[in-house]
């Protein structure tokens, strides 16, 4: 098993990037924002040398329970290719030996109706799960909208938005909403509009330390900070990260003032036409969770004119009554933070 190293890094960083499959959370630099986390990259090469598969690996322990190891959107690879795939699977079993892990779960960057790749993953001996779950249970979107950008043009793109949301843009230029792109120094703007975003939807927010952290570890090339303004004033927000041909939607928040202005229709127009100048092929629109149409989230992010996705959810079990016991408690403990959240809002 082969293993990234300082050496190989750069070829490694090389490989995710020009990848049709690239990911930002298999990068190298996401592995050091989740610096709780112990970060492990098996490689597979072919007879030339050459990186033909990769998977990022997220080891953490888990107290009574042991290790979890976890990859997030991995592997990138040819997906049909069994032999590279099971040489990749070859290595996680060579860490959950080592690391005495309970189970590894990922959540593959493919689509469930890819039967092929199915085939494959349960003839390597792992497991799927199709059970419908809650949005606040997932690691990673289940569900989400992708929009294709490759080869497209501004008003090929506007013209795919649904008639209301063309109108909601429309409407926030109307008002006098306008959007800039953001710095460093706007995180703790973003990040105060966040936490009136998490107090009127009811979620729990990151701290700033967290958004400047995704800064400075991905960098401006792999992160951009959309703000919206109406006079002068901030409104609104879009966090996003970039990385290879894709663009993924990260984090977004609005101001209880000036909603009317419609600011976020505005900045996801400003953001995507800033990808299509930048040659991006694909923008994520991330999690709609167990939405449907009536809900908020999704008719935001389903009326953008991308395609709705579901992914896989795969496991390998190194222990599987260590595994049970642990997923129990953890919605207990889900459950508990809820309601902890709850009393805090009712005593404020």
């Given at each position: 098993m082969e293993l990234v190293n300082k050496t190989t890094e750069k070829e490694y960083k090389e490989f995710l990037e020009k990848h049709e499959r690239c990911h930002?959370?298999?990068?190298?630099?996401?592995?050091?924002?989740?610096?709780?986390?112990?970060?492990?990259?098996?490689?597979?090469?072919?007879?030339?040398?050459?990186?033909?598969?990769?998977?990022?690996?997220?080891?953490?322990?888990?107290?009574?329970?042991?290790?979890?190891?976890?990859?997030?959107?991995?592997?990138?690879?040819?997906?049909?290719?069994?032999?590279?795939?099971?040489?990749?699977?070859?290595?996680?079993?060579?860490?959950?030996?080592?690391?005495?892990?309970?189970?590894?779960?990922?959540?593959?960057?493919?689509?469930?109706?890819?039967?092929?790749f199915k085939k494959i993953m349960i003839e390597l001996g792992y497991t799927i799960k199709n059970k419908e779950k809650n949005f606040d249970e997932e690691i990673q979107p289940k569900k989400v909208f992708r929009l294709s950008l490759k080869g497209k043009t501004e008003d090929e793109i506007f013209q795919g938005f649904h008639s209301k949301h063309r109108n909601m843009v429309r409407a926030a230029i109307k008002r006098g909403a306008e959007v800039r792109v953001g710095t460093r120094s706007d995180l703790p703007t973003f990040q105060k509009i966040m936490e009136e975003t998490g107090e009127r939807d009811d979620f729990i927010i990151r701290k700033l330390d967290y958004f400047e952290k995704i800064y400075d570890t991905l960098g401006e090339k792999h992160i951009k900070l959309l703000m919206a303004y109406h006079e002068d004033k901030p409104i609104a927000g879009t966090l996003i990260a970039i990385y290879g041909n894709k663009a993924w939607y990260m984090y977004?928040?609005?101001?209880?003032?000036?909603?009317?202005?419609?600011?976020?229709?505005?900045?996801?127009?400003?953001?995507?036409?800033?990808?299509?100048?930048?040659?991006?092929?694909?923008?994520?629109?991330?999690?709609?969770?167990?939405?449907?149409?009536?809900?908020?989230?999704?008719?935001?992010?389903?009326?953008?004119?991308?395609?709705?996705?579901?992914?896989?959810?795969?496991?390998?079990?190194?222990?599987k009554i260590r595994y049970t016991l642990y997923v129990k408690s953890e919605k207990l403990f889900k459950k508990l933070r809820s309601l902890i959240f709850k009393l805090k809002k009712q005593t404020n």
């Open positions: 930002f959370q298999q990068s190298i630099e996401w592995a050091k924002i989740k610096s709780n986390w112990k970060n492990d990259i098996i490689l597979v090469r072919n007879k030339e040398n050459k990186i033909i598969g990769s998977i990022s690996i997220l080891t953490r322990k888990i107290p009574l329970f042991g290790n979890l190891m976890y990859a997030p959107r991995g592997p990138i690879c040819d997906i049909h290719d069994r032999n590279v795939l099971s040489k990749l699977t070859d290595g996680i079993k060579e860490l959950g030996k080592e690391y005495k892990a309970f189970t590894f779960k990922f959540e593959p960057d493919v689509i469930v109706q890819d039967e092929e977004a928040a609005s101001s209880n003032e000036d909603r009317e202005l419609m600011p976020n229709y505005l900045l996801q127009w400003e953001l995507i036409k800033m990808l299509l100048a930048m040659k991006i092929e694909i923008y994520d629109f991330r999690g709609i969770g167990g939405a449907h149409e009536n809900e908020g989230l999704y008719r935001f992010k389903s009326r953008f004119g991308g395609e709705f996705i579901e992914f896989f959810e795969l496991y390998k079990h190194f222990s």
